[in-house]
T-cell receptor, first 112, second 115 residues
Framework: DTAVSQTPKYLVTQMGNDKSIKCEQN?????MYWYKQDSKKFLKIMFS???????INETVPNRFSPKSPDKAHLNLHINSLELGDSAVYFC???????????FGPGTRLLVL | DAKTTQPPSMDCAEGRAANLPCNHS???????VYWYRQIHSQGPQYIIHGLKNNETNEMASLIITEDRKSSTLILPHATLRDTAVYYCIVRVARAGGTSYGKLTFGQGTILTVHP
């Protein structure tokens, strides 16, 4: 009965590949987010969706494309992976855009 | 959103109160103070938030100064499991436009609780 889940937990891939990370929340929340935490542990927002509509896109390269098939899911597709994409990616959700965000366990991406 | 300043690290003995300070001298009248923490290898976890009154929940207490330029998160009886990075974040609640729901994390305070 995990609130916010992400798959996979670990992802190791070669430079140039395309990969997807999936996120699902069973909290009935309207808003979902993707955050990136780099090697220096800085946590930065990438995208926010509210009711399947893109709300925030924080100067993220076009290689990153979020997709929200429904309110409970927000997937992240990354094209042409680069070494600098190696990071931990966290999905989060909140009731509409309210203050309390619930985070998933993270997906650790390593690009070789 | 207003910028926050936190000490990079703090230590606390198990069972004692942990008091984590945060400065937010440029906070606006409609901005709330939020605290999240991130335990090693986990996603961030919401702790508490407040506007100007002191707040308490099952996890912690939040003390906000009268001028709202600083605040303190208090873990009344720290345990080893409270070892984590604690983030103080200031933002407008229920914001619209480009700050819609965005949390801006700083470097936080690494709290180490030792036996």
């Amino acid at each position: 009965d995990t609130a916010v889940s992400q798959t996979p937990k670990y992802l190791v891939t070669q430079m140039g590949n395309d990969k997807s990370i999936k996120c699902e929340q069973n909290l009935g929340h309207d808003t979902m987010y993707w955050y990136k935490q780099d090697s220096k542990k800085f946590l930065k927002i990438m995208f926010s969706y509210n009711n399947k509509e893109l709300i925030i896109n924080e100067t993220v390269p076009n290689r990153f494309s979020p997709k929200s098939p429904d309110k409970a899911h927000l997937n992240l597709h990354i094209n042409s992976l680069e070494l600098g994409d190696s990071a931990v990616y966290f999905c989060a959700s909140s009731p509409r855009n309210q203050e309390t965000q619930y985070f998933g366990p993270g997906t650790r991406l390593l690009v070789l | 959103d207003a910028k926050t300043t936190q000490p990079p690290s703090m230590d606390c003995a198990e069972g004692r109160a942990a008091n984590l300070p945060c400065n937010h001298s440029t906070i606006s009248g409609n901005e709330y103070v939020y605290w999240y923490r991130q335990i090693h290898s986990q996603g961030p976890q919401y702790i508490i938030h407040g506007l100007k009154n002191n707040e308490t929940n099952e996890m912690a207490s939040l003390i906000i100064t009268e001028d709202r330029k600083s605040s303190t998160l208090i873990l009344p009886h720290a345990t080893l499991r409270d070892t984590a990075v604690y983030y103080c974040i200031v933002r407008v609640a229920r914001a619209g436009g480009t700050s819609y729901g965005k949390l801006t994390f700083g470097q936080g305070t690494i709290l180490t609780v030792h036996p």
